[in-house]
């Protein structure tokens, strides 16, 4: 998904190839020494030797990659102003939170805490490329402080790749347009996802307000990734909805965006 095309406008229609592990045989007719490189002892030691760490930023090797790790992908936050206070301790299931290089200029408090709140982010299931957006995610987990009231403007990039398109490319323009979404300003939380054994994925980007979305497409790299993502992409389609939190819960809802701007204090 490029940050940048996740924005305004009607919905349109973009899944990396299919992959499936090549499953290796092996004769019986055929006496190979042990040591050998192509044993089939060697070749199961080799398969049972884990992936090597990956960092939370890194694109994962879908050839590697167990499709149940794949739903544990953690989002990818954007670092808060450097006059951030600290944040107390996170309590969270997801430990590798990945961050981006740049710094977002500012921030308002509400803002702050769901940044906290989404370290925690994470899919339901391993379908959730087909799910209902409000179900796709564990929004029902999200706890903010209770006297807290706004809202958050979100978009969602439901897409199927093409067939051996090249994604290398895509996703090192993805990355560079995802840095200037920050640098501008508004975007706090991106979920790149990865394409399943059929090429559908759902990415999502949480942003501060619509207006920072909005001024986002405007970005010269989002420019570059959008024009790389229409040859890449077999179809896609954009959803945009609102996160909503009102004072007196602590819990957080998604509802369809109906148009308009986010509702927001005015000092943010």
């Known amino acids: 998904m490029s940050t940048a095309i996740a924005v305004s406008g009607p919905p349109q229609s973009s899944s990396s190839c299919p992959f499936s592990p090549s499953a290796s045989t092996s004769s019986n007719k055929l006496a190979v020494p042990s040591g050998c490189p192509f044993s089939s002892k060697a070749a199961t030691n080799r398969a049972r030797q884990p992936a ?5 930023t890194d694109l994962p090797d879908l050839r590697r990659t167990p499709s149940a790790d794949l739903l544990y992908l953690p989002p990818l936050l954007s670092l808060l102003p450097a006059s951030t206070p600290p944040a107390t301790p996170l309590r969270t299931e997801n430990h590798q939170v990945g961050y981006t290089t740049s710094r977002l200029p500012t921030v308002d408090a509400a803002s702050i805490a ?15 490329a087909y799910d209902d957006y409000s179900e796709a995610f564990n929004f029902n987990e999200l706890r903010l402080p209770e006297e807290m009231e706004r809202e958050w403007y979100i978009v969602a990039f439901r897409s199927t790749r093409a067939a051996d398109s090249p994604s290398q490319d895509l996703y090192e323009a993805d990355r560079l347009a995802h840095e200037e979404a920050v640098s501008a300003g508004g975007l706090l939380a991106y979920w790149y996802g990865a394409p399943n054994s059929h090429g559908s994925n759902l990415a999502t980007c949480i942003w501060m307000s619509r207006a920072h979305a ?6 010269p790299k989002h420019v570059e990734a959008m024009r790389l993502a229409m040859a890449m992409y077999a179809n896609y389609d954009l959803e945009r909805y609102v996160l909503r939190k009102v004072n007196g819960e602590t819990g ?8 308009g701007e986010v509702a927001f204090a005015e000092s943010d």
């Open 214 to 219: 909005v001024k986002a497409t405007s970005g």
């Open 52 to 56: 090597p760490p990956r960092a939370p």
């Open 114 to 128: 769901l940044h906290h709140a989404l370290h925690a982010f994470k899919p339901t299931t391993p379908n959730y």
């Open 252 to 259: 957080v809802t998604v509802e369809q965006w109906l148009g």
